[in-house]
């Protein structure tokens, strides 16, 4: 299978952003779905994982969710910050094979 | 807290095999994880490549299953990876990650393998 993912999405401070990740088959309810942040020259870091849950230190700012009936999941990000400008992968698994999505690369302006 | 990081050649000739080791720190390759290696080419996405079990066993994406080898090292608590018959379209940045159920966390800091005559 593999997830899809806008390539750009663009919004001002202090305003909200969902980026998508739509799985081209089977459920995206069947494998949990995380999310990584990768800001330029660093390594991608976990700011969801099992569909929704955030890691000690990432701002509640940050949530995720799935849709079965668009079988997508969704991250979304509230109160826009400078410092969220970053690439954001999905990421998911089945049958031993880790799949990314192709980036969405967030722009705070 | 678990550190993992990668070690190699940076430049590696077109048909040759790219070799890399990412060694681990403030855990053990032993514990009940399986360890991964994933890669991004420049201004590209992200790209599994495989894992390896402290066992030994392993799966690999199967777009480069025949030309890949990832295997542990208990003794030297690292994991290595071996990318052969390398092209240009192998040059990228090579990252190990720890499995953590079906996340990948930590990620090492990465290193760019350049593939180049």
């Known amino acids: 299978f593999i997830l899809t993912q806008p390539h750009s999405v663009s919004e001002s401070p202090g305003k909200t952003v969902t980026i998508s990740c739509t799985r081209s088959?089977?459920?995206?309810?069947?494998?949990?779905v995380q999310w990584y942040q990768q800001r330029p020259g660093s390594s991608p870091t976990t700011v969801i994982y099992e569909d929704n849950r955030r890691p000690s230190g990432v701002p509640d700012r940050f949530s995720g969710s799935i849709d079965s009936s668009s079988n997508s999941a969704s991250l979304t990000i509230s109160g826009l910050k400078t410092e969220d400008e970053a690439d954001y992968y999905c990421?998911?698994?089945?049958?031993?094979?880790?799949?990314f999505g192709g980036g969405t690369k967030l722009t705070v302006v | 807290q678990v550190q993992l990081q990668e070690s190699g050649p940076g430049l590696v000739k077109p048909s040759g095999t790219l070799s890399l080791t990412c060694a681990v720190s403030g855990g053990s390759i032993s514990s009940s994880n399986w360890w991964s290696w994933v890669r991004q080419p420049p201004g590209k996405g992200l790209e599994w490549i495989g894992e390896?079990?402290?066992?030994?066993?392993?799966n690999y994406n199967p777009s480069l299953k025949s030309r890949v080898s990832i295997s542990a090292d208990k003794s030297k608590n690292q994991f290595s990876l071996r990318l052969s018959s390398v092209t240009a379209a192998d040059t990228a940045v090579y990252y190990c990650?720890?499995?953590?159920?079906?996340?990948?966390?930590?990620w090492g800091q990465g290193t760019l393998v350049t593939v180049s005559s």
């Open positions: 990650a720890r499995v953590w159920g079906q996340q990948l966390v930590p």
């Open positions: 088959s089977g459920s995206v309810a069947s494998n949990y």
């Open positions: 390896v079990y402290q066992s030994g066993s392993t």
């Open positions: 990421q998911s698994y089945d049958s031993s094979f880790w799949v």
